[in-house]
């Protein structure tokens, strides 16, 4: 039903620009006092296949755009955007970002958000920097939560402190290296500075950064909106506050709101806070291109497509003529059609090239792209991308409402309508169309790609010599600085440095920020209903739910038998296994079909705990879905893939594994945390050791290792046994996740499937070898990681929950102001892993990661010495809003599937959590941190200079090959 709404500040239509004279706001203010009488239309579409409805509004006094989208979901979404396009490499966007969060007239405190991560229920809060907008989001399913977050995040925004201390912290400061000795010389410090040098260390990042500075030498994009930590330097607080008074503003600001909320109520609230601004000016994102300006909405879709059929999956045309031809490793991470910029680009390229043979590698784009244009694209190939498309916006994830936040900001700031942008099915659709009547992607290719006079080619070599010439640049730069001196600037760099101390040291009043109470909280989570049956004697797990028609499938199959040599192949083998192709397709013709058919068939290693630390399964896990319509197809391809599979292709096993290490390696210096404390953990438990074989460091290692092989026959024969394991009948499991009417065809199809399998033996789990307790793993970057893990209990323990309650107390009231704050590391905190049974600290992009381990030992002396009050409930609030984040529809049921986890023990470990009291914390806290201290085990991920080479009790051992 289409009605008016009766909304007096806010003005919905087309027309709505022009609401920017005297006399719309005049309107505004006569629609203000007679409100029951004039309702202003909304602009307002239902797009059924997203089952939506969405209503844009413009504010009138303001101009403020807002965005409503209705629907059927109670995990509501609040955000709030800004146009934020840099005219500089300073990072001003995003320090800024940092500084908004430092505290707001109506909330005083720094870091409001990490504060009221113990005072709400949200299941998602943040805020992201883009190339030319900065966003904040939040998701929530209470509504008194969403009314706290809405309140604060708006404050935030558009009434930050923006104290000058707050951008030298997170920004950029001078300090003294040595805080003891008045003449020591000064050196750079702060968050975003640090942050930067990090996310320019990663060589994917660096390539994506710097080809689109180059691609759009006239325009925002010609900057590094993250900041370029060379010029982050030359910021002012000055210049910082400008940015905020001119983008930070209702006239350039766009709202957003998503799920079932009491809309009237809440654009009233906005509404009440932004009136307070006169009208200004929108920004709008300009500067001149490189690349040819086409009819944007024609090309998004029709791009994206391109996209796909282009690069996706081993059967595309440059996967077979740059990576099956042993070219390059893999294709770079800027590939395909990107929309964030006001006009888009098309990439295409490789990794891993040998520097001969790159001129090799753009004569075969051209000449792929030319055969592509004459011959067209496979008609198979084109259905299945299509078919993909349908799956993707079906598939029902837990965090709709923010996935189409994220879809939508960028073209909205560059002035597209956003509901357009939502309406798949009538893009897919004109898609159809043209495909029925031509070749579509011949004009496109021809257009944007052959015939552009605007293409770029870009070559990134690597440097061995690289960071240490940032780091001699910065070094010269500070010697610089040093000289240069005076005696009165550095007065004021001590005085800053005792006054940011000061003010980090300050115990703050929080009592202004909103919480919700315990009483908020649900005492009991419903129960998920799980029917238990069988498929040929074949355990089977069902769950019966809405799933806008989509048959989800997960197989689990132990490997206990598993011979232990065999183990670190595991995840090789599960990703060749769907890659290599079958005895009757190759890999192409197979994974063509699997995109036809199915929403792609994934496999994961399994490592299941059942709860309980002294046992544990090893297995991998396979899932797929499709629609209710393909259930028989879905079926035969999967007793295709796991009758038929063929290891022996050589060639195709040497080109999967080439790709495999290059990722895996690249991934170490963005999570150098996680290697950390997988490798302090690896000798507390055999699961823990498997944990690091199969996603640490020495699976690293092992993969390296198997690419330098010069035959590939030994690996392939691994492979095969590894999947003659995974087929025995009795060590299989499988659960049904579809709708009620699509249960019958899932049974008997699954009937038919295992009837063909053989039957099962037992045998010993792995041997576990000792590592050191302090082990430095060095990689070339310039920042580090570290890690301190205990032993402790299984996630059953009763005392499982108190020591989770003692990891989010440390990282909150301890370990994000010393390691962060005063350290200036990227991120640092403590958890309770219970399902590894494991306590554990880390610090992310950390610039002195053995001065963090001495951190972590005094959090230990921190928490048995605290008396926490308020801080405790405000610590178990944040805990139950991570046990009730929602789930998506796939995921139902899966945490008893495959980890033997009842909604039972759910149940028990929430009762004691509403228990918890600060004897408990304290008691777990001596008992696993204090008293068995010398069970803990070490490690840190970091450069070579930074690795502890002098100390005898470390091991030290290099990453880089
Ligand atoms: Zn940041």
Redesign the pocket.
């Known amino acids: 039903m289409k009605t008016s709404r009766k909304c007096p500040m806010w003005n919905g239509g087309a027309n709505a620009a022009n609401a920017a004279n005297a006399e719309a706001q005049n309107a505004a203010a006569t629609a203000a006092a007679a409100s029951n009488q004039s309702a202003a239309t909304a602009s307002r579409r239902n797009i059924p296949e997203l089952e939506l409805t969405a209503v844009r509004y413009r504010h009138l006094k303001t101009g403020a755009e807002y965005l409503h989208i209705d629907r059927e979901d109670e995990n509501k979404v609040f955000s709030v955007g800004f146009a934020t396009p840099p005219s500089d490499s300073t990072g001003v966007a995003?320090i800024l970002e940092?500084v908004t969060l430092c505290g707001s007239q109506r909330y005083p405190v720094r870091d409001p958000f990490f504060k009221m991560l113990n005072r709400t229920m949200a299941n998602f809060m943040n805020a992201f920097t883009a190339c030319d907008f900065t966003m904040y989001p939040f998701a929530t399913e209470n509504w008194k939560d969403y009314e706290h977050l809405r309140d604060i995040y708006m404050d935030a925004t558009f009434n930050p402190l923006l104290r000058r201390l707050d951008f030298l912290q997170e920004g950029w400061r001078l300090e003294r290296a040595d805080p003891t000795d008045a003449s020591s010389p000064v050196e750079y410090k702060g968050v975003?500075f640090n942050?930067m040098k990090g996310a320019l260390s990663d060589p994917g990042q660096l390539f994506y950064t710097r080809t689109q500075q180059l691609m759009y030498p006239n325009s925002p994009y010609a900057h590094v909106s993250g900041g370029d930590p060379a010029a982050i330097t030359q910021l002012t607080y000055e210049a910082l506050r400008a940015f905020h008074d001119k983008c930070y503003h209702p006239s350039n600001a766009r709202f957003f709101s998503y799920g079932k909320i009491p809309l009237e109520a809440h654009l009233a609230a906005v509404d009440k806070k932004i009136s307070q601004f006169e009208r200004s000016q929108a920004i709008v994102v300009s500067g001149t291109y490189n690349a040819q300006e086409g009819t944007r909405r024609e090309v998004i879709y029709g791009q994206q497509e391109g996209t796909s059929l282009l690069t996706d999956g081993p059967s595309s045309p440059m996967y077979r003529g740059l990576i099956d031809t042993g070219l390059g490793a893999e294709f770079p991470p800027n590939t395909g059609y990107n929309t964030s910029t006001r006009v888009g680009s098309f990439t295409l390229g490789l990794q891993g090239v040998r520097e001969s043979e790159v001129e090799k590698v753009f004569a075969s784009i051209r000449e792929i792209l030319h055969t592509v244009h004459k011959d067209g694209l496979d008609p198979n190939r084109v259905q299945a991308t299509l078919h993909a498309m349908e799956l993707g916006y079906k598939h029902k994830t837990a965090n709709f409402g923010l996935q189409l936040a994220q879809a939508i900001y960028s073209g909205w700031c560059h002035g597209s309508d956003p509901i357009d942008l939502l309406e798949i099915e009538k893009n897919l659709n004109r898609l159809r169309e043209e495909l029925a009547n031509g070749q579509p992607f011949r004009r496109l290719i021809e257009k944007y790609l052959l015939n552009s006079k605007n293409a770029l080619e870009c070559v990134m070599l690597p440097d061995p010599a690289y960071h240490e010439k940032l780091q001699t640049q910065e070094r010269q730069c500070l010697e610089e600085v040093n000289k240069k001196l005076s005696t009165s600037e550095r007065d004021c760099i001590l005085e800053d440095e005792a006054a940011l101390l000061a003010k980090q040291g300050e115990v703050e009043d929080h009592s202004c920020l909103p919480t919700l109470q315990l009483s908020d909280v649900a005492p009991q989570r419903p129960s998920t209903a799980l029917n238990f049956t069988a498929a040929h004697g074949v355990p089977l797990q069902q769950r019966a739910l809405s799933t806008n028609g989509i048959s989800y499938v997960q197989l689990v199959s132990s490997l206990a038998n598993l011979p232990p040599a065999l183990l670190p192949y595991v995840p090789f083998y599960c990703e060749a296994l769907t890659m290599v192709g079958t005895v009757t397709k190759d890999a192409a013709e197979f994974d063509d079909e699997i995109r036809r058919y199915t929403g792609g068939i994934g496999l994961v290693i399994r490592h299941s705990l059942y709860a309980d630390v002294s046992r544990y399964e090893l297995g991998v896990g396979l899932g797929t879905h499709a629609l209710d319509k393909d259930v028989p197809r879905m079926y035969e391809l999967l007793q295709e893939l796991l009758q038929k599979v063929d290891f022996s292709r050589l060639d195709r096993v040497y080109t999967l594994l080439q790709g495999r290490t290059s990722a895996l390696v690249q991934s170490v210096p963005d999570s150098g945390h996680v290697f950390a404390r997988l490798a302090a953990s690896s000798d507390l438990s055999p699961s823990q050791y498997v944990s690091n074989v199969w996603r640490g460091i020495a699976q690293v290692q092992h993969t390296q290792e198997m690419a330098a092989q010069t035959s590939m026959s030994d690996i392939a024969d691994k492979l095969t046994t590894i999947h003659q394991h995974i087929l025995r009948q009795s060590a299989i499991r499988v659960a049904v996740n579809a709708q009620p009417n699509a249960m019958a065809e899932n049974q008997q199809q699954l009937d038919g499937l295992f009837a063909q399998l053989a039957p099962n033996t037992s045998a010993a789990p792995p041997a576990t070898d000792a590592i050191s307790t302090r082990i430095a793993y060095t990689i070339d970057a310039p920042t580090s990681f570290a890690s301190a893990v205990y032993p402790t209990v299984p996630y059953i323990h009763p005392d499982s929950m108190p020591l989770q309650v003692l990891g989010s107390l440390m990282t909150n009231l301890f370990l994000h102001r010393e390691i962060r704050e005063k350290n200036g590391a990227y991120g640092g905190g403590a958890s309770h892993v219970s399902t590894a049974g494991s306590f554990a600290f880390y610090s992310y992009r950390d610039p002195d990661a053995l001065r963090s381990l001495d951190v972590f030992r005094e959090s230990v002396d921190w928490a048995l010495a605290r008396k926490f009050t308020d801080e405790l409930s405000e610590a178990k609030l944040s805990i139950f809003s991570s046990l009730d984040t929602p789930i998506g529809a796939a995921e139902e049921g899966m945490l008893y599937f495959k980890d033997r986890i009842t909604d039972e023990m759910r149940q028990a470990r929430r009762d004691i959590l509403f228990r918890v009291g600060v004897d408990d914390i304290h008691r777990v806290c001596d008992t696993y941190l204090r008293q068995q201290a010398a069970k803990a085990r070490y490690a840190v991920v970091c450069n070579t200079e930074q690795a502890p080479h002098d100390r005898t009790d470390w091991q030290v051992a290099s990453m880089t090959p």
Do not use: L
Request: glycine fraction near 0%.
């Open positions: 995003h940092h975003v942050e």
